[in-house]
């Protein structure tokens, strides 16, 4: 199974900050790396797909960067409502394994 | 608007049994791969099957393999989940999602608690 170690666990910052959450594949996974936002309570909803394209309706703060085995979601500007745990996915390679999720906080 | 709402769910006893729905709507259902992803409380995501459009071809992560059973109805446009020998560490909330490589949609989720 491919791993995917995702780092920070937690994460706080202030409003209008810049912040980057990382994930690491155990193998090469060619790109095929998604970031989800799970806000409290709610249901994941997908932000970035394939690394690097922003799914419809996400704001153009949100942006995902990597090749291979690393990959990054950065958030600019952080925004109030932007509080969530986020999870990167790899859809490469069945299990589709998910990071254990970084939760945001805001200072 | 997609929607996938999910009901079924439960407390189940170990070893009995449970089936979870799915119903879409807002797409051509048949078209899409389609998946049940879960969350155990207060922990991560775990992808735990997917049933390809036309209901050919399934896949399964190890640890639900036959107990788990993902079917579909595409004249009814809802996927299934069947799942039988339950455990303790099967409770969790579960996901309907489409899996259009990723998961693009998901449902509300709905609980299913594994207990004596």
């Known amino acids: 199974d491919i791993q995917m170690t995702q780092s920070p666990a937690s994460l706080s910052a202030s409003l209008g900050e810049t912040v980057t959450i990382e994930c690491l594949a155990s193998e090469d996974i060619y790109s095929n790396l998604a970031w989800y936002q799970q806000k409290p309570g709610k249901s994941p909803q997908l932000l970035i797909y394939?690394?690097?394209s922003l799914n419809d309706g996400v704001p153009s703060r949100f942006s995902g960067s990597g090749s291979g085995t690393q990959y990054s979601l950065k958030i600019n500007s952080l925004q109030s409502e932007d509080v969530s745990i986020y999870f990167c996915?790899?859809?490469?390679?069945?299990?589709?394994?998910f990071g254990s999720g970084t939760k945001l906080e805001i200072k | 608007e997609v929607q996938l709402v999910e009901s079924g769910g439960g407390l189940v006893q170990p070893g009995r049994s449970l089936k979870l729905s799915c119903a879409a709507s807002g797409f051509t259902f048949s078209d899409y791969a389609m998946a049940w992803v879960r969350q155990a409380p207060k922990k991560g995501l775990e992808w735990v099957a997917t049933i390809i459009y036309d209901g050919s071809s399934t896949y399964y992560r190890d640890s639900v393999k036959g107990r788990f059973t993902i079917s579909r109805d595409n004249a009814k446009s809802t996927l299934y989940l069947q799942m039988d020998s339950l455990r303790s560490e099967d409770t969790a909330t579960y996901y309907c999602?489409?899996?259009?490589?990723?998961?693009?949609?998901w449902g509300q989720g709905v609980m299913v608690t594994v207990s004596s």
């Open positions: 394939y690394a690097n």
């Open positions: 996915q790899q859809n490469y390679d069945s299990p589709f394994t």
């Open positions: 999602a489409r899996h259009s490589t990723p998961f693009d949609y």
